[in-house]
Structure formats: C-alpha cells, structure tokens
C-alpha cells in the first residue's frame, strides 16, 4: 500500500523566518509528487514534481524531489501570516496505467506568528 | 469561469441512512475526483472519473460509490452511513487528469453522522 508521511505534523515560527517542510513516501509505480497549501476548506495547488534534483520555485515558495531517498522538501523563506495553513503532500502511483492515483499525508500545520 | 460547486455544503444524516452528494466541475473539466478529509486519517481519495467511467479507485468500502454524468457533473454515494463517515468530502476537478493537470478543489460538503 502506498503511503505517504509528512513531518513535521506542525511548526509554529515568527514572520522572516525560514522553514523546511519534510515528505517522505513510498510507492508502488512513483509517478509524480504534488504539495498544496489548505487554508480553510479547499487545497490549492502548489507544485508537481517529477525528477529528482529539479528545484521548483514560486515566489518565496520551493520544492526539491529526491527519487533515490524517497522524499521532498517544501521550503518558504521570509515567512508571512499568509502562509499559516496546513500544507498536504501527495504522490501520484502509476500503478501501471496510464492514470494515476493519489496517496496524500497527514499534513504539516503552520502557524507564522507576527 | 465559475469554480468547482459542491451541494448540499453541510449535512447532517444518522447511522443507516444514505446520502448523496454532487459535485459540479469548472466547465470544460472532463476529470472529477473524490476525498475524504478527516482530522485522523487527513486526505484520502476516494475515486476519480472521467467520461462517464470510474478511472480510479481508494481503498474504501463498497459502500462508497460514484457516478458521472455525460455533463461530468459527478455524484458520490454512501450507504448505510456509519459514524465514522463523518467528515469533509472534497470534490476536486482538473482538465483531463488528477494528476498531471491542475486540481481545482470545491469547498466540499461537511457530512455528519450522528
């Protein structure tokens, strides 16, 4: 069975500061990686991640894939109140098909105090 | 361009009742997926559709199912609703794929199960 372990299950920090958000997963037929940013009810997404070594950015916001040691990094720098919000990683099993399915972890909560 | 829809957005149902739940895609979305999101077991998924047919499916039991209609306007299915069905379904769309195209989450339907 796939799975998929976030760590930390929370993190409390002050705006500016730096964090590093840890996903770790095992699957089957490893298709891609995904992180979304959930604030109240809907995630939304934030990045797809493929190959290993490839870094993703968006603004203060990127993402390194690890193929070999099974796992991904989501790190925001000059952290915002903005960002508060429970972070989900998910990996996509190809599960030998052309379409995948979704395995998500538990979720890092964030608080970014003022 | 409207959002994912998800109706009703709350419910409240007892033990041995069904409920069905609908989920409208962002038009032109030919993929809708399901999940379920608990404080215990976070995200998980549920099914995906596309064309009418069920693409993939989680690990649930049988008394979950789905449907899509020819619109792709999507409905989910519990019966004989158990306690720990209580939970937020998420209903997600995306282009053609859940995984490799964007999702798009609708504010999902809060059901409770008294």
């Known amino acids: 069975e796939d799975k998929v372990v976030q760590s930390p299950l929370s993190l409390v920090v002050h705006e500016g500061d730096t964090v590093t958000l840890n996903c770790s997963y095992e699957?089957?037929?490893?298709?891609?990686l995904l992180w979304y940013k959930q604030e109240k009810k809907a995630p939304t997404f934030l990045f797809m991640l493929?190959?290993?070594?490839i870094e993703k950015k968006s603004g203060r916001l990127s993402s390194i894939l690890d193929k070999k040691e099974l796992f991904s990094i989501l790190n925001i720098t000059a952290t915002q109140t903005g960002d508060s919000a429970v972070y989900l990683c998910?990996?996509?099993?190809?599960?030998?098909?052309?379409?995948?399915?979704?395995?998500f972890g538990q979720g890092t909560i964030l608080t970014v105090h003022p | 361009k409207a959002g994912v829809t998800q109706t009703p957005r709350y419910l409240i149902k007892t033990r041995g009742q069904q409920v069905t739940l609908s989920c409208s895609p962002i038009?032109?979305?030919?993929?809708v997926s399901w999940y379920q999101q608990t404080p215990g077991q976070g995200l998980q998924f549920l099914f995906e559709?596309?064309?009418?047919?069920?693409?993939n499916k989680g690990n649930f039991p049988g008394r979950f199912s789905g449907r899509q209609f020819s619109n792709s306007r999507s409905e989910m299915n519990v019966s004989t609703l158990e306690l720990g069905d209580s939970a937020l379904y998420l209903c997600?769309?995306?282009?053609?794929?859940?995984?490799?195209?964007?999702?798009?989450f609708g504010p999902g339907t809060r059901l409770t199960v008294l």
């Open positions: 038009s032109g979305h030919r993929s």
């Open positions: 699957v089957t037929n490893f298709r891609s």
């Open positions: 997600a769309s995306s282009l053609e794929q859940a995984s490799t195209d964007t999702q798009y």
């Open positions: 998910a990996v996509e099993d190809a599960g030998g098909t052309s379409y995948g399915k979704l395995t």
């Open positions: 493929t190959s290993s070594g």
């Open positions: 559709y596309f064309s009418e047919t069920q693409r």
